[in-house]
C-alpha cells in the first residue's frame, strides 16, 4: 500500500518561496508518477506539476500553465520523497497542496493532472500567500 505524507507548507508574503515535501512509504517513488494537486476553497482541485520518476521515461516534468517557470518538480530516490520548489508565490497559489502517486513510470502529457487516475493521496499541506 503506498502512502504519501506531506510536509513544507505555511504562510509567506508574495514573492517567497517554499518547498514542500511527499514522503513515500510503501513503494519505490523510483517507479510511480508522482504529482502534486492543490484545492482552494470553493474551487476545483488543480494539477499543478507531475514527474515521471524513471530514466525510462526520461523524467520528464509536466507543470500546470499558471506555475511554468516558478514551480520545479523533482524527485530523490534516496530519500523516496518528491518535492515541490515554490518560488515567486502570488495570493492566488493559496491552497492546499496535495501529493498524489499512481502506479504508471509514464504520467502522460495528456492525463498528468486528471486527479481521478491517481490511486494515492496524502493528506495535504496548506500553503497561504498574504498580499
Known amino acids: 500500500q503506498v502512502q504519501l505524507v506531506e510536509s513544507g507548507g505555511g504562510s509567506v508574503q508574495a514573492g517567497g518561496s517554499l518547498r514542500l515535501s511527499c514522503a513515500v512509504s510503501?513503494?519505490?517513488?523510483?517507479?510511480?508518477?508522482m504529482a502534486w494537486f492543490r484545492q482552494a476553497p470553493g474551487k476545483e482541485r488543480e494539477g499543478v506539476a507531475a514527474?515521471?520518476?524513471?530514466?525510462?521515461?526520461?523524467?520528464?516534468?509536466y507543470y500546470a500553465d499558471s506555475v511554468k517557470g516558478r514551480f520545479t518538480i523533482s524527485q530523490d530516490n534516496a530519500k523516496n520523497s518528491v518535492y515541490l520548489q515554490m518560488n515567486s508565490l502570488k495570493p492566488e497559489d493559496t491552497a492546499m497542496y496535495y501529493c498524489?502517486?499512481?502506479?504508471?513510470?509514464?504520467?502522460?502529457?495528456?492525463?498528468?493532472?486528471?486527479?481521478?487516475?491517481?490511486?494515492?493521496w496524502g493528506q495535504g499541506t496548506q500553503v497561504t500567500v498574504s498580499s
Open positions: 498524489a502517486a499512481k502506479r504508471t513510470n509514464d504520467c502522460y502529457s495528456g492525463s498528468w493532472s486528471l486527479g481521478f487516475s491517481y490511486a494515492y
Open positions: 510503501g513503494y519505490r517513488s523510483s517507479s510511480l508518477c
Open positions: 514527474l515521471n520518476t524513471t530514466a525510462f521515461t526520461m523524467y520528464v516534468a
